[in-house]
């Protein structure tokens, strides 16, 4: 089945302690992203990834890092969790051309609800 | 910088009546654009995309979209709503010069009474 992978769905750890949320692919998708979701604030885009050892920052990039070695592998590292990130997180993967841009659309993971205290 | 603004926060509407949510986006230029809806608990899901062609798209579950480029609109309808269509609805957009970027809207939260 095509589908984005995430764990953990649920997180709660505590400030400070380093985390990784893992994110894996099997639909051979070249572009991957991680969104946070917040209410009244829609998702706003972390981190990018156009193909393998090529990545950007998103609108909403401090405190995360993220890295892309292998093409179905896009973990989301947060070093030093706060407060302020705690959020639920998709990450995302798509097709993705020159030409025709996201015309397929994102499929989504399920996502991780991360809660830091 | 490009936005994408959802007009409605919260609606609701008893089963069989219609639906109309509204979305607008400002990039002059190529787009391609997405309704997405997100159920409780659960992740997004794609309900139609509009990339070129026919401005009227139709998607899964009865919903249909309507891209209007002289307005920047892409509204989302659906002429006669259930109470599983209970949801919170994302309008997302993809403009030419954002590589694989989507911007979302704030999101529409969908209510049905039965």
């Known amino acids: 089945e095509a589908q984005v992978t995430q764990n953990p769905r649920y997180l709660i750890t505590v400030t400070g302690k380093k985390l990784t949320v893992t994110c894996s692919q099997n639909m051979n ?29 998103g609108d909403v990039p401090e405190g995360y890092k993220v890295s892309r070695k292998e093409k179905r592998n896009f973990p989301l590292i947060l070093e030093s969790p706060s ?21 397929y659309g994102y499929t989504f993971g399920s996502g991780t609800r991360l809660t830091v205290v | 910088a490009q936005s994408v603004s959802q007009h409605n926060h919260h609606v ?3 089963e069989a009546a219609s639906l109309e949510l509204g979305c607008n986006y400002s990039y002059g230029g190529t787009v391609n654009l997405f309704w997405y809806v997100q159920y409780p608990g659960q992740h997004l899901q794609l309900l139609l995309k509009y990339f070129s062609g026919d401005p009227l798209v139709k998607g899964i579950k009865g919903f249909e979209a309507e891209f209007i480029k002289s307005k920047f609109s892409f509204n989302l309808r659906k002429p006669s709503v ?33």
């Open chain 1, 29 to 57: 998708h070249e572009y991957m992203s991680w969104y946070r979701q917040d209410p009244g604030l829609g998702l706003r885009q972390i981190y990018y990834s156009m193909n393998v050892e090529v990545t950007d920052k």
């Open chain 2, 12 to 14: 609701i509407l008893s």
């Open chain 1, 83 to 103: 407060p302020n990130q705690t959020s639920l997180y998709f990450c995302a993967s798509s097709f993705y051309s020159l030409d025709r841009g996201l015309g």
């Open chain 2, 82 to 114: 259930q109470w599983s269509d209970t949801a919170e609805y994302f309008c997302a957009v993809n403009a030419e010069n954002q590589g694989g970027k989507l911007i979302f809207g704030q999101g529409t939260e969908l209510s049905v009474k039965p």
